[in-house]
């Protein structure tokens, strides 16, 4: 089937990554009518699109049939820094229920393909970890963190999805943190640079993709009704401490033989002891995506930190600037 006439549905369609798909999916030639799901309304006006105030937790069958949904892009997902281990596991659930109820409506509605957006969080960041990493490499997300966790569940129950529905095409991407105007500074800086206590002994490289890259992947996937498991990630690397002086954290910093006992006794660092993006890197490898579509990034992984810097108000306001430099992991 042709991108011609399709009706594409996005949950979590106001997000980061829903908000700027759909303002590349508006631009798309040949799609049929777009339609959004979100608790909240939409971040700006789009053309020709059906927006629901919906919880996907709860059916939207209906809406997906009446509106004859063939290809749906499941961007909805709850995740919150700093969360105690119930209120973790309380959205954990969530999340599951969510994706459960969005997979049966497809089922229901007989939508033909559906994409997920995960994260490279599911290889986990450990010390013997190949570079780089493929689709085929092992899964070895942190227990301690329910980011990867949830994302690992997802892929699962979306491959188990796609084995009982043969006639539904799955599209995964793993894909590193999307840096741009609209990134949560809060989360990434959890993500990266929870709790007060850093490493002077490590600078692992890191991944990130500009969100306009990540939005013209999954546009591709939608018009190219591209089936499969695939690493997202921009051109060329990153170090962990350019990162931390772009977003300019202010953090004790210590020798890992004594930041991480430290760790373990600071409740507010546990999550940077659980998954160790501040210590192993996750470096993937883009080939797959590359050979299978012909897409090439149009930023590297340095142009959009840069790009975060430049636009956001409260770096700005901070007289924060980051120059790429050449020194290595320490």
Same mark, same amino acid.
């Given at each position: ?152 569940? @997802? ?6 999805? =796609?084995?009982? $529905?043969?006639?539904? /095409?799955?599209?995964?991407? %793993?894909?590193? +943190? ?122 590297? @992984? ?6 975060? =810097?430049?636009? $956001?108000?409260?770096? /700005?306001?901070?007289?924060? %600037?980051?120059? +790429? ?6």
């Amino acid at each position: 089937m042709t991108s011609q006439g399709r009706v594409v549905a996005v949950t979590g369609s106001s997000g980061h990554i829903g908000a700027k798909l759909l303002d590349h999916l508006e631009d798309t030639p040949g799609l049929g009518k777009l339609v959004a799901f979100d608790t909240r309304p939409l971040r700006a006006p789009i053309h020709n699109i059906a927006a629901f105030r919906r919880d996907v937790a709860m059916p939207i069958r209906e809406e997906l049939t009446r509106l004859r949904v063939n290809t749906l892009v499941h961007l909805a997902f709850a995740w919150k820094a700093g969360l105690r281990r119930r209120e973790a596991a309380a959205m954990s659930e969530r999340n599951a229920a969510m994706l459960k109820s969005v997979l049966e409506s497809c089922r229901q509605a007989r939508v033909g393909h559906v994409i997920y957006l995960s994260s490279h969080s599911v290889y986990g960041a450990r010390p013997d970890n190949p570079l780089p990493l493929h689709e085929d490499s092992p899964l070895r997300p942190a227990s301690g963190f329910p980011y990867a966790q949830d994302n690992l569940r @997802a892929e699962r129950t979306l491959l188990e999805y =796609a084995e009982e $529905n043969p006639d539904i /095409q799955v599209t995964i991407f %793993r894909s590193c +943190p999307a840096l741009g105007a609209m990134t949560d500074m809060a989360m990434l800086r959890q993500f990266y640079f929870p709790g007060w206590v850093g490493l002077s002994d490590h600078n692992p490289p890191l991944q990130f993709v500009y969100e306009d890259d990540l939005a013209r992947v999954l546009c591709l996937a939608i018009t190219q009704r591209l089936p499969g498991v695939f690493n997202v990630a921009g051109n060329g690397v990153a170090f962990h401490r350019e990162l931390s002086g772009t977003l300019s954290t202010r953090r004790v910093l210590l020798p890992a033989f004594l930041a991480y006992p430290m760790k373990r006794l600071t409740g507010g660092s546990s999550v940077a002891y659980s998954h160790s993006l501040d210590r192993w890197p996750i470096i993937m490898s883009t080939a797959r995506l590359q050979r299978d579509t012909g897409y090439r990034y149009r930023h590297t @992984a340095a142009q959009a930190v840069t790009a975060l =810097a430049s636009y $956001n108000e409260e770096l /700005q306001d901070e007289s924060v %600037r980051w120059v +790429p430099t050449r020194h290595r992991p320490a």
